[in-house]
T-cell receptor, first 113, second 111 residues
Framework: NAGVTQTPKFRVLKTGQSMTLLCAQD?????MYWYRQDPGMGLRLIHY???????AKGEVPDGYNVSRLKKQNFLLGLESAAPSQTSVYFC????????????FGPGTRLTVL | EDQVTQSPEALRLQEGESSSLNCSYT??????LFWYRQDPGKGPEFLFT???AGEEKEKERLKATLTKKESFLHITAPKPEDSATYLC????????????FGAGTTVTVRA
């Protein structure tokens, strides 16, 4: 099992450009999450999904959109990137609400110039 | 709002020098407290879940304990490979699924 994978690993964007980050999990988990991690701050939840076809806002959703068309995939989109979105993005998944140990991907380092 | 505070921010240890990391939390009804390890440039790796005060869990040189206000991660006789950032997170009993994370404690173990 690959667990949770993320593509790409690194990306540099110019202000105003758009991009999509892809997360895939092969553990048949129901729940998936997108976090951002900034120096000196804890992981902050951007959006999450409790099942195929569902999405919900987390703590810092502005400027991001998500989609979960297939159970194993969770996409994070930036429509018009801003320098404030420079960060490391992590995807995670968990089996369900009762067993909420979250398993994380390796991260995507995004720089917006 | 749930709050998680970890201390110290950084900890430098000599190999074999045992120590403890602290995670203080404020949450309206705790469902679970989670510990993760994060190596540089990698995603967090799950270590433990604690559910109720008095509970303890161990894994190799790590032992996590939980009270009603805080959790401790004890590192016994650490080795250089224990160097990492340790993250604490809490989940509340209410209906959302969010984990609230602390900023982490970076542990460096010198040989």
């Amino acid at each position: 099992n690959a667990g949770v994978t993320q593509t790409p690993k690194f990306r540099v964007l110019k202000t105003g450009q758009s991009m999509t980050l892809l997360c895939a999990q092969d553990m048949n988990h129901e729940y998936m999450y997108w976090y951002r991690q900034d120096p000196g701050m804890g992981l902050r939840l951007i959006h999450y999904s409790v099942g195929e076809g569902t999405t919900a806002k987390g703590e810092v959703p502005d400027g991001y959109n998500v989609s979960r068309l297939k159970k194993q995939n969770f996409l994070l989109g930036l429509e018009s990137a801003a320098p404030s979105q420079t960060s490391v993005y992590f995807c995670a998944s968990s089996l369900d609400r009762v067993v909420n140990e979250q398993f994380f991907g390796p991260g995507t380092r995004l720089t917006v110039l | 709002e749930d709050q998680v505070t970890q201390s110290p921010e950084a900890l430098r240890l000599q190999e074999g020098e045992s120590s403890s990391l602290n995670c203080s939390y404020t949450v309206s009804g705790l469902r679970g407290l989670f510990w993760y390890r994060q190596d540089p440039g990698k995603g967090p790796e799950f270590l433990f879940t604690l559910y109720s005060a008095g509970e303890e869990k161990e894994k190799e040189r790590l032992k996590a304990t939980l009270t009603k206000k805080e959790s401790f991660l004890h590192i016994t006789a650490p080795k250089p490979e224990d160097s990492a950032t340790y993250l604490c997170a809490v989940q509340a009993r209410r209906g959302d699924y969010k984990l609230s994370f602390g900023a982490g404690t970076t542990v460096t173990v010198r040989a």
